[in-house]
């Protein structure tokens, strides 16, 4: 069975569109002009901030959908998705790899040199993020998404180069969800 590490529970509930607008107003985040490193430097020992756009050089093996689970299901339920070939054992360094982009308007997923979107997760739709170990040392990001109070959940699966790299992603969701929703209750007095 593989170990367990970190994991963060959230989810917030907002405006969809109210997201996606803002998204198309940042001009860093839609030409790809914003700080190659992520977060300023200055800003580095202040924790996630809500000007902080955050990233990871990740590989990517796949993504499956199904009813929400428990940890020990997730990861059951991935074990089952590689012997039946919906999820890469082992993704490639040359052909997996993606940006993992973190901002306090969710989560974007780009190639490396963020020229190529495949992916947005507005920060609303994300249920919780965690990390595990497998029997032969990997590390997987699990990031489950999907309708607040919905039934169907899809969790997009990223190997990671370490288990600090891996627990630095969750502990940065955390951070970020924790931001954004303390910032959305006191907006809301």
Same mark, same amino acid.
């Given at each position: ?17 109210? @997201?996606? &607008? ?17 977060? &300023?430097?200055?800003d580095a020992d202040k924790g996630f901030q809500m000007n902080s756009v955050e990233d990871a050089l990740v590989q990517y093996l796949?993504?499956?959908?199904? /009813? ?8 059951? =339920?991935? !074990?089952? &998705? ?13 052909? !997996?790899?993606?940006? *993992?982009?973190?901002?306090? =308007?969710? /989560? ?9 979107? @495949? ?12 990390? =595990?170990?497998? !029997?032969? !040392? ?14 169907? @959940?899809?969790? =997009? *699966? ?7 790299q891996a627990k630095k992603i969750c502990s940065t969701f955390g951070e970020a969800f924790a931001l954004v929703h303390s910032r959305?209750? *006191?907006?809301? *007095?």
């Amino acid at each position: 069975m593989p170990a367990v590490g970190e994991s963060w529970i959230g989810g917030q509930n907002t405006d969809e569109e109210a @997201f996606w &607008a803002a998204e198309r107003q940042r001009t860093t985040w839609a030409d790809g002009h914003q700080e190659r490193g992520g977060r &300023a430097s200055e800003d580095a020992d202040k924790g996630f901030q809500m000007n902080s756009v955050e990233d990871a050089l990740v590989q990517y093996l796949g993504t499956i959908s199904g /009813i929400q689970r428990s940890t020990e299901e997730l990861i059951a =339920y991935v !074990d089952q &998705a590689k012997r039946t070939g919906n999820v890469a054992w082992n993704a490639s360094q040359t052909h !997996d790899s993606v940006r *993992l982009i973190l901002s306090k =308007y969710g /989560i974007k997923v780009t190639d490396i040199n963020r020229l190529e979107i @495949f992916m947005r997760v507005p920060m609303h739709k994300i249920g919780w993020v965690m990390h =595990y170990t497998e !029997d032969n !040392d990997q590390q997987v990001v699990v990031i489950e998404a999907g309708k607040p109070g919905g039934t169907s @959940f899809k969790y =997009y *699966l990223y190997q990671c180069s370490s288990a600090e790299q891996a627990k630095k992603i969750c502990s940065t969701f955390g951070e970020a969800f924790a931001l954004v929703h303390s910032r959305a209750v *006191l907006e809301s *007095l």
